[in-house]
């Protein structure tokens, strides 16, 4: 996308493959980077976070994103939400937490999302995966799929 928007003239760069691009200990957000999509998404219009701190979409929260910043106009994306948690039905309506039930280290709780000990299970799948499974690869996504936002918005009715 880069190299399209180049060759017509466009100044552009994917900050995520960029030189600058690290992750570094914050005291007040534990991991954290120079750099991120889902707050590049959220600041586009395109969702709102949730407990998990992943970012639900209308097309939900069990998904990858990137981005490009370009030095182009366009017209902003209208934000049906004011708040930016509007879409979890635990910040928004204090119920749900169907993600707490996933997390198999207790890494999301009620107060929120363990970066520390999210992050000490992802890098025990490193090790586990290639394994057990035979593949090179690591993760987990629990706390993302299996919810009512893994694929939607969700609906609060449904969780009345």
Do not use: N
């Not at 520390?116 to 996504?141: N, Q």
């Amino acid at each position: 996308m880069v190299a399209k928007l180049e060759s017509a003239g466009v100044e552009a760069v994917a900050p995520m493959l960029a030189y600058q691009w690290t992750t570094q200990m914050s005291e007040r957000f534990g991991f954290a980077s120079t750099w991120s999509e889902r707050h590049a998404a959220h600041a586009s219009g395109l969702g709102t976070f949730g407990l998990t701190d992943g970012l639900i979409t209308p097309r939900g929260q069990a998904m990858r994103c990137g981005s490009v910043i370009a030095r182009i106009q366009i017209p902003p994306t209208p934000r049906p939400y004011t708040d930016h948690h509007a879409y979890c039905l635990f910040y928004s309506r204090g119920t749900c937490g169907k993600c707490i039930q996933r997390c198999p280290v207790d890494a999301v709780t009620p107060s929120g999302h363990d970066k520390v000990k999210c992050r000490a299970y992802l890098d025990m799948t490193k090790t586990y995966v290639p394994a057990h499974f035979g593949f090179e690869g690591y993760g987990c996504g629990f706390c993302q799929s299996g919810v009512p936002c893994e694929s939607r918005i969700p609906i609060a009715e449904e969780m009345d």
